[in-house]
């Protein structure tokens, strides 16, 4: 069994993993830059070791300075969180040669799934419905051929990206050499790599995740679905699960395709497969090997703890439930409190000169902040999540709505204020938004 398990990252989610590890009684060690020195969780946990300064390519990113941090305090396993290593085969590799435990699946599985033209043809072979698309990379030379035989519009998208970039629109002839370039060049500055592939361009699709879990044996479920639609540049802002356009049948079939296509990898830990939704069918666009920000809306509505079936996985105790065992109930919303400018999405780093937590029945908060904490300006902006849960979509809309009022945050700018117009917006009332709906309220709105 696993005895002491470093967490390689930062922020909210080290602390959530560092929660799941006092609760299973495994020893805890953190890892922070200078900038995280007074972070949460290097004060609550066991032990603590600085692994570099601000950047994080010297610190989250440093590998060796990691498995440095494991060898002087004992660490047999790895938990890294999402975002920074958490899908990166090497550190997995590393890890292994090491003889200390990675939380996730294997490295094998992570290169698989990382390249989104082999993931799509991955999952393609194993039952998973896919965008109709280019069969591998796309050349500024077959770049028409590839888009005529697909239809216009058309994705040109990178084929190791993520979070947007080297992702463009074509929606004629006339705009695609440009797409494709611009493409190209976006995924070369951010990735090392200006390989491209192509899709269909759907025009007013959802984004539909589902949350699987395995055991690397061949056992795997599915823990429903999640939907992620309200994004503002291709980056989550509020998930609800389960989604409000899909019925039960819908749901339990496409979390079954899931669950079995895990079972034929082999799948071992947590992972997400995500898709667009478009009337009636799923499209697979990409899989996450890795613990998802938003899972807590899924351990919500199934009281299953994800961070504990990651650990149990990883030591060999294999899953603590079937599928039969999973019940699905009520609803669940998460809002992600990031330290920007509500309007203008414009980082907002400082001091944060008073916080307030809400609180009663089905609220959970996920922070690392507290009163007195400066947020750093090296990293991501996300400060926190509020995880809402009711019995219907309704009382949690409700909940949501009393929940947003209580919460304080002073000092810097946060999303809160754009939480609380879109819970008295209608159409988020009625579930009637997909994932251009939020940079489209946005435009008009500040107009």
Not at 43 to 52: P, Q, T
Not at 178 to 202: C, D, I, Q, W
Not at 236 to 249: F, G
Not at 282 to 310: C, K, S, W
Request: aromatic residues 6%.
């Amino acid at each position: 069994m696993i005895s002491k398990i470093l967490i390689a990252n930062r922020g909210e989610i080290a602390l959530r993993v560092l929660r799941a590890c006092k609760e299973l009684g495994i020893a805890t060690v953190a890892v922070h830059s200078t900038a995280d020195s007074d972070a949460m969780h290097v004060r609550l946990a066991d032990e603590s070791v600085c692994i570099g300064p601000p950047p994080s390519r010297e610190s989250y990113l440093n590998i060796h300075q990691i498995v440095a941090a494991c060898e002087i305090t004992g660490a047999d396993a790895v938990h890294p969180g999402y975002g920074f290593l958490s899908e990166n085969a090497k550190f997995a590799d590393i890890l292994d040669a090491h003889d200390i435990t990675f939380i996730g699946p294997t490295a094998e599985h992570i290169r698989l799934m990382g390249d989104k033209i082999t993931a799509k043809k991955t999952a393609e072979a194993l039952g998973i419905p896919v965008v109709p698309g280019s069969e591998g990379e796309v050349k500024p030379e077959n770049a028409l051929e590839v888009a005529r035989k697909i239809g216009f519009p058309v994705l040109i998208k990178a084929t190791a990206g993520g979070g947007g970039r080297g992702m463009k629109v074509a929606r004629t002839e006339d705009d695609l050499e440009h797409a494709v370039a611009t493409a190209r060049a976006e995924a070369a500055a951010a990735f090392g790599n200006e390989a491209v592939y192509m899709e269909k361009f759907l025009g007013r699709p959802r984004h539909i995740e589902v949350q699987i879990v395995g055991d690397g044996e061949g056992n795997a479920i599915h823990l429903g679905e999640r939907d992620c639609s309200l994004q503002r540049r291709h980056q989550k802002v509020w998930e609800e699960a389960n989604s409000p356009a899909l019925n039960v049948d819908q749901r339990m079939k496409i979390g079954q395709i899931c669950a079995d296509a895990m079972k034929k990898m082999k799948y071992r830990g947590a992972g997400t497969i995500e898709f667009l939704y478009e009337d009636g069918e799923f499209y697979f666009i990409e899989m996450n090997t890795r613990l998802q920000v938003e899972h807590p809306i899924t351990e919500a509505i199934t009281g299953i703890d994800l961070v504990h079936e990651q650990i149990r996985v990883a030591s060999g105790a294999g899953l603590s439930v079937k599928q039969e065992d999973i019940v699905f109930s009520g609803h669940a919303i998460e809002c992600r409190i990031n330290a920007e400018d509500p309007r203008t999405f414009v980082p907002s780093p400082g001091t944060i000169t008073h916080f307030h937590a809400p609180g009663g029945l089905g609220v959970r908060v996920d922070s690392g902040a507290y009163q007195g904490y400066r947020i750093p300006p090296y990293y991501d902006s996300l400060i926190g999540k509020l995880i809402v849960h009711g019995r219907t979509r309704v009382e949690c809309m409700m909940r949501l709505r009393r929940v947003l009022d209580e919460f304080v945050i002073d000092g810097i700018k946060t999303t809160l204020p754009l939480f609380q117009e879109l819970i008295n917006n209608q159409d988020i009332a009625n579930g009637d938004y997909d994932i251009h709906w939020l940079e489209h309220h946005l435009a008009t709105t500040s107009a």
